[in-house]
């Protein structure tokens, strides 16, 4: 099972803040991007926008994504 | 001093933390709120946070700052959820043994800060609209990825 969480604009458009989907063997982040905006079409017009981090780090596509892992989906920051 | 908080910021006491022995120098930065942004007028603004990993990027920003600069102290305290105008949206203190260290340390901070740690902010304009603000969104540049652990 892998947990996706989503803020901000990505959370509003999705209407959801989490998504939990079951993951047979262990992917890419890439692969588990497809699924998720396959998944929640409301999605993809932010989809060049969006970030995406693992574990609470930022990571790159072909990170290998794992049961148990938290990752997250979200547009540019804007704290300050 | 590390936090994310939903109460107002008291940055007297925010300041006070960093002071020590061994500065010469203490550089405090406030984040407020502005009423106007490019000819639109704000009412109020609101944050949210990712904040377990806001955490740990606000960790890693001061553990970097400090391989950078001569940090004595440092406190960084962003708050949550409905702000008004003039409120203080972040506090960032440094403290230095000379003054041009932690004014370059608090600039470096807030800088990145604004670039890397996933808090953003949603305007609540005068006339009713309501905006979530995405700064890079022309550019689109991810954060640094596969920061040093």
Same mark, same amino acid.
């Given at each position: 099972?892998?947990?996706?969480?989503?803020?901000?604009?990505?959370?509003?458009?999705?209407?959801?803040?989490?998504?939990?989907?079951?993951?047979?063997?262990?992917?890419?982040?890439?692969?588990?991007?497809?699924?998720?905006?396959?998944?929640?079409?409301?999605?993809?017009?932010?989809?060049?926008?969006?970030?995406?981090?693992?574990?609470?780090?930022?990571?790159?596509?072909?990170?290998?994504?794992?049961?148990?892992?938290?990752?997250?989906?979200?547009?540019?920051?804007?704290?300050? | 001093?590390?936090?994310?908080?939903?109460?107002?910021?008291?940055?007297?006491?925010?300041?006070?933390?960093?002071? *020590?022995? $061994?500065?010469?120098?203490? !550089?405090?930065?406030?984040?407020?709120?502005?009423? +106007?942004? #490019? @000819? /639109?007028?704000?009412?109020?603004?609101?944050?949210?946070?990712?904040?377990?990993?806001?955490?740990?990027?606000?960790?890693?920003?001061?553990?970097?700052?400090?391989?950078?600069?001569?940090?004595?102290?440092?406190?960084?305290?962003?708050?949550?959820?409905?702000?008004?105008?003039? *409120?203080? $949206?972040?506090?960032?203190? !440094?403290?230095?043994?000379?003054?041009?260290?932690? +004014?370059? #340390? @608090? /600039?470096?901070?807030?800088?990145?800060?604004?670039?890397?740690?996933?808090?953003?902010?949603?305007?609540?304009?005068?006339?009713?609209?309501?905006?979530?603000?995405?700064?890079?969104?022309?550019?689109?540049?991810?954060?640094?990825?596969?920061?040093?652990?």
């Amino acid at each position: 099972m892998v947990t996706v969480l989503f803020f901000a604009a990505a959370k509003e458009a999705a209407g959801m803040e989490l998504l939990r989907l079951e993951v047979s063997q262990s992917l890419s982040l890439l692969q588990l991007q497809q699924r998720v905006l396959q998944l929640v079409p409301a999605l993809q017009p932010l989809q060049s926008l969006l970030l995406w981090a693992v574990n609470n780090q930022y990571a790159v596509p072909a990170q290998v994504i794992e049961s148990g892992d938290t990752v997250a989906c979200f547009p540019p920051v804007s704290g300050g | 001093m590390i936090q994310l908080t939903d109460q107002p910021l008291d940055y007297a006491a925010i300041t006070e933390s960093v002071r *020590d022995p $061994a500065a010469g120098a203490v !550089v405090l930065f406030l984040g407020t709120v502005r009423e +106007f942004t #490019a @000819g /639109q007028q704000t009412e109020q603004l609101e944050y949210e946070a990712y904040r377990e990993m806001a955490l740990a990027s606000l960790q890693q920003l001061v553990q970097e700052a400090a391989s950078m600069y001569p940090l004595v102290k440092v406190a960084v305290v962003h708050r949550l959820g409905v702000l008004q105008l003039t *409120d203080v $949206a972040v506090a960032i203190a !440094v403290s230095t043994p000379h003054r041009a260290q932690a +004014f370059a #340390a @608090g /600039q470096w901070l807030i800088d990145t800060l604004k670039q890397r740690v996933p808090i953003w902010k949603r305007e609540h304009y005068v006339d009713g609209r309501v905006q979530w603000q995405h700064p890079s969104q022309e550019a689109a540049v991810a954060p640094v990825v596969g920061e040093a652990s």
